[in-house]
């Protein structure tokens, strides 16, 4: 099972994404983490993002980004026809689907919530340990916050069916 998550520009309709990492829930050697260099149409930046919250300027993404071909075809080759868990699929969907659009790609996987892998009676104490760690709000890190406080409450894997 991987964990997927997106860093971007900002929050606004217009953001896109900046940091993509995944790793697999129970091989922390099975991971791939990479920043993206901004298509040329992406043109929203949040100022305030960059300054508080995921400290990525514009220059390293120029830098030390990969192309969104780069990128999209990167996620591809890895994750092709699984289902990847993310803690805010409204957002992360959309800027995957984002980056797979400027690239012109055919996104070949899912992106599913992260409670689908807690049995439902289990959400609200992995919301409340989740919540109580601090986020780094770098994608990589992230990715094992989430897998750390799923594991805690899940550790025998799975997917739960309920109402997400």
Not at 26 to 41: E, G, R, Y
Not at 51 to 78: F, Y
Not at 79 to 96: E, F, H, K, Q, S
Request: with cysteine; proline share 7%; charged share 20%.
């Amino acid at each position: 099972m991987i964990i997927l998550d997106v860093e971007a520009s900002g929050l606004a309709p217009e953001s896109y994404p900046i940091e993509v990492a995944w790793q697999h829930r129970f091989n922390p050697a099975k991971f791939d983490s990479f920043l993206i260099q901004p298509a040329p149409s992406w043109l929203y930046w949040d100022t305030y993002a960059e300054d508080h919250i995921h400290h990525i300027s514009r220059e390293t993404l120029a830098s030390c980004g990969i192309s969104i071909v780069e990128a999209a075809s990167r996620l591809n080759a890895s994750l092709n026809g699984m289902t990847v868990y993310t803690d805010a699929p409204p957002y992360d969907r959309r800027w995957i689907a984002e980056l797979f659009r400027a690239a012109s790609i055919e996104q070949a996987f899912k992106v599913q919530d992260v409670l689908l892998l807690l049995p439902p009676t289990q959400e609200g104490a992995y919301l409340r340990r989740f919540n109580l760690t601090p986020v780094t709000h770098r994608a990589l890190e992230d990715v094992r916050q989430i897998i750390n406080c799923v594991n805690y409450i899940a550790p025998e894997g799975g997917e739960y069916p309920g109402d997400i």
